[in-house]
T-cell receptor, first 114, second 111 residues
Framework: GAGVSQTPSNKVTEKGKYVELRCDPI?????LYWYRQSLGQGPEFLIY????????DSGLPNDRFFAVRPEGSVSTLKIQRTERGDSAVYLC????????????FGEGSRLTVL | DAKTTQPNSMESNEEEPVHLPCNHS???????IHWYRQLPSQGPEYVIHGLTSNVNNRMASLAIAEDRKSSTLILHRATLRDAAVYYC????????????FGAGTRLTVKP
């Protein structure tokens, strides 16, 4: 069956450019999470959606980061004016509902900002 | 936020049991204990979770202390494919359900 799909798998961009990362959750999963992971560290929480609304965006590091989920399925993480420090693997996960706690992760999008 | 403490790394021999500890002394009565693992170059995958009673599934067992201030993930027979970073996470099931990872324990399995 289809798992969580993330595109692109790799993205190389230049400092100052705009980037979009896409996440296709498992069909029927209402909860969607974004994390980023730097080398040697655990995933860092960014934002969590329940349906179309961002239930908790307290992990977004600054206003250059924004995420949407307009129809309650696909989500896009948007990063403006990228900086070298944004280089990381961006992970998306989905779960059936807010109360199951079992997250299914994609393989991530590796972002490199030169 | 409730926090967990895990050793940075552990080693095991293939075919032997592995006990991965996690301390969570500030756990609240409604926090669930979750374990995830992350194999190299992959996203994390769910392993097991529990509240008060010990839990078993096809991947592992979870032993929870009576006071719930610690837990242990048990891999009954480690294989080389079990080499991964293991994360212990506390999760409060409410409407603001964010799951936050720590640094985890890097498990090395020796043949």
């Amino acid at each position: 069956g289809a798992g969580v799909s993330q595109t692109p798998s790799n993205k190389v961009t230049e400092k100052g450019k705009y980037v979009e990362l896409r996440c296709d959750p498992i069909s029927g999963h209402t909860a969607l999470y974004w994390y980023r992971q730097s080398l040697g560290q655990g995933p860092e929480f960014l934002i969590y959606f329940q349906g179309t609304g961002a239930a908790d965006d307290s992990g977004l590091p600054n206003d250059r980061f924004f995420a949407v989920r307009p129809e309650g399925s696909v989500s896009t993480l948007k990063i403006q004016r990228t900086e070298r420090g944004d280089s990381a693997v961006y992970l998306c996960a989905s779960s059936l509902s807010v109360n199951t706690g079992e997250l299914f992760f994609g393989e991530g999008s590796r972002l490199t900002v030169l | 936020d409730a926090k967990t403490t895990q050793p940075n790394s552990m080693e095991s021999n293939e075919e032997e049991p592995v006990h991965l500890p996690c301390n969570h002394s500030t756990i609240s009565g409604t926090d669930y204990i979750h374990w995830y693992r992350q194999l190299p170059s992959q996203g994390p995958e769910y392993v097991i979770h529990g509240l008060t009673s010990n839990v078993n599934n096809r991947m592992a067992s979870l032993a929870i202390a009576e006071d719930r201030k610690s837990s242990t993930l048990i891999l009954h027979r480690a294989t080389l494919r079990d080499a991964a970073v293991y994360y212990c996470i506390l999760l409060l099931y409410d409407n603001n359900n964010d799951m936050r990872f720590g640094a985890g324990t890097r498990l090395t399995v020796k043949p």
